[in-house]
């Protein structure tokens, strides 16, 4: 699937690799995303994190501590990209749905033939 190669091309060029378990729970969450036309970007407590932990077989916690991990690794790593990719200066990084948010527009914009976006 084209898309979820950009999705993963885009969190190597932030400084992830996929041996970060959220690597792979960002690639599924964004592909989820995608088969929605983003209409979970408001529920992700509640509709993403359950459904990447389902189809992981763990449990939503794990994937926000995992998630949140590799936010941190991308914040000490290259945040001048990951605020590019913003579009605007971050003083903080961004929370789990910030995170999404940024990634989705990014990719919808920079991807649009890739995805149902």
């Known amino acids: ?7 993963r091309r885009l969190l190597f060029m932030l400084g992830t690799t996929p041996s970060y378990a959220g690597f792979q729970y ?3 969450g964004l ?7 983003g ?4 529920l992700v407590t509640k509709w993403l994190y359950p ?41 903080y990084k961004p929370t789990v749905s910030q995170f999404f948010a940024i990634l989705w527009e990014y990719l919808s914009f920079s991807f649009p033939e890739s995805s149902t976006l």
């Not at 699937?1 to 999705?7: G, H, K, L, R, S």
């Not at 209409?39 to 408001?42: C, E, K, S, V, Y």
């Open 1 to 7: 699937m084209p898309y979820t190669a950009n999705i």
């Open 26 to 28: 960002v690639v599924y």
């Open 31 to 37: 592909s989820l995303l995608s088969e929605n036309n």
């Open 39 to 42: 209409a979970g970007l408001q």
């Open 51 to 91: 459904d990447i932990a389902k189809h992981y077989h763990t449990n939503w916690k794990t994937v926000e501590r995992d998630i949140r991990t590799l936010i941190g690794v991308i914040w000490r790593k290259n945040p001048s990209l990951l605020q590019y990719i913003a579009g605007y200066p971050m003083k």
